[in-house]
């Protein structure tokens, strides 16, 4: 079986309906959930409801109301709907990309930890100083820029439309947006957005993209270890013969094609694993059967 013939390698992919529900799934529910949210806060006041409940006040986290550094990032300005409106849309046009890269459970980790530092880069800059005021701070923005610059990172010659007309590569429009950050941030102006947030998003994604981390990684292991089980006990009668088949010196070795269909064959199931759940998802033995399959195949070409 050829690698054009396995079925994660054809070209005829499915449906674009499919496509569209198969795809971002947690990009999805995050969406999901911003809006359930925005709903909520529409519904309840503001200072009483879930907009003072969650927002990030910097002195509420300073007192032991630690959650906010992350709630805050599903809450939003419910006064201009552009606020949340554009957060969703680069989320869902950027991040089903990402997802896609690292798969749902690595995106999600990647995408929470962004919510938070950035938090947490807030309340630093309002200790510094920045904004002068303790202005609470609300909406995705951070995580969605480190979402934003991966899909840079990894697609820096992608087009997109800056105004929905102006067609640039996305690595000019990501330059554009953290050069305004750092301006507005370095002249200490607040124009009412949280720039220590996008910068710290920012900051994030650059270096977890070239230091190759993946969060799931650090996390211990949760698999159950496996339980070595003696073997059946077996009777013994006369009658059974017990000996084992002599083997000649002379036998022909198993023959090297039969090798190489066997290890085809693990390696189709290890590929198709990774392409549904991602190589992270692998076994320490199913590693080696990739590396094994690398090294059979470098010695075929040369």
């Known amino acids: 079986m050829g690698i054009y013939d396995r079925d994660y390698y054809r070209r005829d992919g499915p449906s674009f309906l499919a496509s569209f529900t198969e795809r971002g799934k947690v990009c999805k529910w995050l969406i999901l959930i911003n809006v359930v949210c925005f709903v909520l806060q529409f519904l309840t006041p503001h200072t009483a409801g879930v907009t003072g409940w969650f927002e990030l006040d910097t002195a509420k986290v300073l007192h032991g109301q630690v959650w906010r550094l992350l709630t805050y990032a599903f809450l939003h300005d419910t006064g201009s709907i552009m606020h949340i409106l554009f957060n969703m849309l680069f989320l869902w046009w950027f991040g089903t990309d990402v997802e896609d890269m690292y798969g749902p459970r690595e995106f999600l980790a990647v995408y929470l930890l ?53 067609p640039v590569p996305i690595w000019v429009f990501v330059i554009f947006e953290v050069a305004q950050d750092a301006f507005g941030l370095l002249s200490g102006r607040d124009n009412g957005t949280a720039v220590t947030v996008h910068l710290t998003g920012a900051a994030f994604a650059f270096v977890y993209y070239k230091r190759h981390w993946r969060l799931l990684s650090f996390l211990p292991s949760l698999k159950r270890p496996r339980i070595r089980r003696r073997p059946p006990l077996r009777v013994y009668r006369e009658e059974e013969n017990d000996e084992a088949e002599a083997v000649s010196v002379m036998s022909p070795p198993v023959s090297r094609e039969l090798v190489d269909e066997h290890l085809e064959a693990k390696l189709d199931a290890v590929l198709e694993k990774v392409a549904r759940h991602g190589q992270e998802s692998l076994t320490s033995s199913e590693r080696e059967i990739l590396q094994r399959a690398s090294e059979i195949y470098r010695r075929k070409r040369t």
């Open 114 to 166: 962004a919510a938070i530092l950035g938090g947490a880069g807030y309340v630093i800059g309002n200790l510094l100083g920045y904004p002068e005021a303790n202005i609470p701070c609300i909406g995705a923005s951070g995580a969605v820029m480190a979402v934003l610059v991966l899909c840079a990172l990894h697609f820096p010659n992608r087009i997109i439309y800056m105004f929905f007309f102006l």
